[in-house]
Each structure stands twice: as structure tokens, then as C-alpha cells.
């Protein structure tokens, strides 16, 4: 499979892969830890309302694909704090109104749309170095947010009311990581597309939390399952000729899968011992 070094497309793949891995790890912790998985596949569905427009108007559909994702994400954040509406109720209107927009305006757009497929199911192979400049440009901002916000940030995600009552810029730490949060969702959907983006957030966040309860060795811990997992699914995507997205999808899934078995028979095989042991 190293064969596949030699080509440009790959080289330029794997390296998006990497820092999407990265990244999507880093937001995947935070909104895990906010209890706020919901908020990526809504976004995610409302950049398909953008998506759409952008065919449409004839606009580049990622711009508006952005555009979407960063009004409606900072929607959802300002309807929930303002209204004290439920997130999860506001991010299933927001869910179900991208949709619908982006069904309209797709099927308003003349003839056929072609590319519209690898925003639904990714197309990693398609990328090019303005896209991985892009990816690369994101990172050193993500990074350096939470290198240089880092308490705050745990502090906000794992209780606002606290952090609220201590001082702390709470709106804007808030509102800053919902924006960073759309603009991943954004760059991420040429990787694993529309349809599967929210378990490229969700699984190496789920893996870690389950031997791990701190937010730095989960966050760590994350960042090397989604890197592995992504890596592997891309190689192995490549040679079987199956879409990577797919394969990246199921390989954190199983990985997900066999860290919980694991760990279950772990637990039952200490208390087993233990009741032998009081025996």
C-alpha cells in the first residue's frame, strides 16, 4: 500500500486526513463534554440549506456552506441562552430547515448537480493544497484558542454556571467555540461528507471517555484514536477502492465497539475475583 505515497492526491489526503483528525478530535471533546452532539449533525444538515443556495446562485457552494453553518450554529447558542430554549429542540429546527432549504434549491438548480455527491458522502481523494493550506490555517487558530484559553475552556464546558458566577467570559468562550465548531463541520464534510460527519466527531471522544474522565488525557487520547483511525481508513479505503469516508466511519466504530466489549469484560472479570476472593 506505500505504493500510493507516489501520487500527489494521496499525499495531499493524508496530510488533510492528519489535521482533520486533529481537529475534528480537539471539537469533538468539547462538545461531547457540553453534552452537544446533537449540535454537529445539525449544523452539519444546515450546511446542506447552504450547499444548495450556493449551486443555486452559482456561488461557491462551500463558501455558503459556511455562511450556514456559522449563522445557524451561533442561532442555536444565542436562541438556547436568550429564549432559554432547549438546545436540542433548537438545533432539530435548524436540523430540519437546512434540509428543506437545501432540498429546494437543489432541485431549483438547472440541470444536474455533480459534485453535490462528495458533499454528501465525502471524497477525501479530491482534495487539493489550497484545501489542505486551508485545513492547516485552521489548526494553528484552533490550537493556539485553546492552548491559550484552555481552563476557561473546561471550565465552560463542564459547567457555564459556575464559570458564570467566577467572572469568567463565558459568552465568549461559548460563542467563539461554536463558531470553530461550524467552521470543522465545514472543512470536514469534504472528508466524510454530510451524512457521516457526526460520528467523525462523536466516536474517539466516546472512545476515550470510556477508560478515561479527565479532559486533557481525553482530549490526547482522542487526538491519537481519530489520527490512527483516520490514517488506517484512508490506506485501506484506498487499496479495497471503497470510499474512505465509509471505511474511516467503520474503523472508529469498531474501534469504539471493541474498547467497550473490552472494557465491560474487564469490570465483570474484576468482580468475579473479587466474590471469589470473599468467598
Not at 128 to 143: E, G, P, R, W
Not at 250 to 259: C, D, K, S, Y
Request: proline residues 3%.
Amino acid at each position: 500500500m506505500l505504493e500510493f505515497l507516489e501520487y500527489d492526491f494521496f499525499r495531499y489526503a493524508l496530510v488533510a486526513v492528519a489535521l482533520i483528525a486533529v481537529c475534528a478530535a480537539m471539537i469533538g471533546t468539547y462538545i461531547i463534554t457540553r453534552r452537544l452532539v446533537a449540535i454537529s449533525g445539525g449544523v452539519t444538515h444546515a450546511c446542506f440549506g447552504g450547499l444548495g443556495l450556493g449551486y443555486y446562485l452559482g456561488i461557491n457552494p462551500v463558501v455558503m456552506a459556511g455562511v450556514f453553518a456559522i449563522v445557524s450554529s451561533l442561532g442555536v447558542e444565542w436562541m438556547s441562552s436568550r429564549f432559554r430554549l432547549r438546545e436540542d429542540s433548537v438545533i432539530a429546527v435548524v436540523w430540519a430547515l437546512g434540509m428543506a432549504i437545501g432540498v429546494v434549491f437543489v432541485f431549483m438548480t438547472p440541470g444536474y448537480v455533480p459534485e453535490l455527491n462528495s458533499f454528501l458522502f465525502g471524497n477525501i481523494l479530491t482534495i487539493t493544497l489550497s484545501d489542505i493550506i486551508a485545513f492547516a490555517v485552521y489548526a494553528v487558530v484552533l490550537s493556539v484558542f485553546f492552548a491559550t484559553n484552555y481552563d476557561k475552556i473546561v471550565i465552560c464546558a463542564f459547567d457555564r454556571d459556575f464559570a458564570a458566577v467566577n467572572h469568567l467570559p463565558v459568552k465568549f468562550i461559548n460563542y467563539t467555540m461554536t463558531v470553530l465548531t461550524a467552521v470543522c463541520i465545514v472543512l470536514t464534510i469534504r472528508l466524510v461528507g454530510v451524512m457521516l460527519l457526526m460520528s467523525m466527531l462523536s466516536l474517539p471522544m466516546m472512545t476515550a471517555e470510556i477508560y478515561l474522565k479527565r479532559f486533557k488525557p481525553m482530549l490526547l487520547a482522542s487526538i491519537v484514536i481519530s489520527l490512527v483511525c483516520c490514517v488506517a481508513g484512508l490506506f485501506v479505503g484506498t487499496f479495497v477502492d471503497v470510499p474512505c469516508s465509509a471505511i474511516i466511519v467503520i474503523t472508529m466504530a469498531g474501534v469504539f465497539l471493541f474498547a467497550k466489549i473490552a472494557h465491560s469484560l474487564t469490570i465483570c472479570q474484576k468482580k468475579r475475583v473479587g466474590c471469589v476472593k470473599k468467598v
